[in-house]
């Protein structure tokens, strides 16, 4: 009897192995064009959320800072093979020190990162590490499991004014969980080491943010914040493992740099 | 899925209620389950728990609920927790996933349509076992 039952539940299990086996064959993600449904939905958000800030914030288009971002952007994709026709790169008319991805691969600039970035390979190290969250597709994982793929898609639709918002806000306003951040600091050191781009000034302006945060070091593990004095330092020690061939060059001239500093001292005109 | 064989004793009425509680269990909660399937296991646990002294006819329908939910608990994690993987690793649909999910779907509902029957017949004094599952659960319950 044991030994019958034994049996029959085996036979069970090849069953449903078989018919997993059989199924697997049809072209399922063809059919049910899950690529084409998520590029969709991210390009619809990508788009939303671009709006939204450029309507909030406003957009500031000036050429000398926009060709230097490019020039930077364009640097890291082409050593890493990153197709850089997908980056979209928009400074945003805001004095913070911040810079944020969007879905569809909206790279936002803070007028104000130029501003407290002490060198051009800093700026460097945030844009590899905002192109490494995107390439690593982290941003749609961090929407997903924050407000929930239907909550995303009635954005879409247009019904979601609130979560739209609120979602917006999430994207600029709170990391992204510390192993994610983690993986985007150390995929932008191999950026920027596979580019040519010393990582160092990278790991300074972490450990500068580090001694400017308010984070109290007793909520160091429930702080949705990485503590930048860490990431400094595990960058370092990634410099340090990662071996290199050949010289750093600057990401941009002293000369470019300081055209792009001029610039941020006065703003100029708004494009809203 | 379903076959009819004599059972030892007829039942009274009460066992039969109770009976078909058993399968009843797991439909009331499959709107939680689905999402997170420990809960229906969970249920006939609990169910089976409360029965394990009850009459063999009782005792027998709790368990053959219990390892229904057992198998279903296999299927739908697996299921679940590479959907997990998909949207928050670096998981990515692939027609494995779902073949596998078209897969479990489709015995999700032949177990719903079997649960019903299973706790219609059950009411009535019909003693029903699943294939499979019905042999297991001779093996592990006893008159």
Same mark, same amino acid.
């Given at each position: ?53 450029k309507e909030t914030e406003g ?19 082409k050593a890493n093979g990153i ?190 | ?64 609920? /219990?390892?229904?939910? $057992? !198998?279903? %608990?296999?299927?739908?994690?697996? #299921?679940?927790?590479? =959907? ?20 479990? /779907?489709?015995?999700? $509902? !032949?177990? %719903?349509?079997?649960?019903?029957? #299973?706790?219609?017949? =059950? ?21």
């Amino acid at each position: 009897m044991k030994i019958q039952a034994l049996l029959k539940v085996l036979l069970l299990a090849g069953c449903l192995a078989a018919a997993w086996l059989v199924l697997r064959q049809v072209d399922w993600v063809g059919i049910f064009e899950t690529e084409r449904r998520k590029d969709e939905l991210e390009k619809g958000l990508g788009d939303l959320y671009w709006e939204f800030f450029k309507e909030t914030e406003g957009e500031w288009q000036d050429s000398t800072a926009m060709e230097a971002l490019d020039k930077v952007v364009t640097r890291i994709c082409k050593a890493n093979g990153i197709d850089r026709g997908r980056i979209k790169v928009h400074i945003l008319n805001s004095s913070e020190c911040n810079a944020f991805a969007l879905p569809d691969h909206h790279l936002v600039v803070f007028r104000g990162l130029l501003e407290c970035s002490e060198g051009p390979d800093e700026l460097a190290g945030v844009l590899g590490h905002e192109i490494a969250h995107m390439e690593k597709n982290h941003i749609m994982k961090k929407l997903i499991k924050e407000f929930g793929l239907s909550a995303l898609a009635s954005i879409i639709s247009g019904g979601g004014g609130e979560i739209l918002k609120e979602s917006a806000r999430t994207l600029t306003s709170s990391a992204y969980d510390r192993k994610l951040e983690q993986e985007a600091d150390l995929v932008s050191v191999d950026y920027l080491i596979e580019a040519g781009i010393d990582p160092t000034p990278f790991s300074d302006f972490l450990h500068r943010l580090g001694e400017q945060t308010d984070i109290p070091e007793e909520f160091y593990w429930i702080s949705t914040h990485d503590e930048s004095g860490v990431r400094a330092r595990a960058i370092l020690d990634r410099i340090h493992t990662k071996a290199h061939e050949g010289g750093f060059s600057p990401s941009l001239s002293q000369e470019e740099w300081a055209a792009v500093q001029r610039k941020v001292a006065q703003p100029g005109q708004l494009f809203q | 899925m379903i076959e009819r064989e004599p059972f030892p004793y007829v039942p009274g009425e009460h066992e039969c209620e109770k009976a078909s509680n058993s399968y009843l269990m797991s439909m009331v909660v499959i709107m939680v389950g689905l999402p997170i399937p420990i809960v229906n296991l969970i249920a006939s646990l609990i169910f089976y728990y409360n029965n394990r002294r009850g009459t063999y006819f009782v005792r027998w329908h709790s368990m053959q609920a /219990l390892f229904s939910q $057992l !198998l279903m %608990f296999m299927l739908n994690s697996t #299921a679940f927790w590479w =959907t997990v993987s998909i949207l928050f690793e670096d998981e990515t649909w692939s027609n494995d996933y779902m073949a596998y999910v078209i897969g479990v /779907l489709a015995f999700n $509902l !032949l177990e %719903f349509i079997g649960t019903i029957i #299973a706790a219609m017949r =059950t009411r009535k004094g019909i003693h029903v076992e699943w294939w499979i599952i019905g042999d297991l659960t001779h093996v592990f319950c006893r008159p």
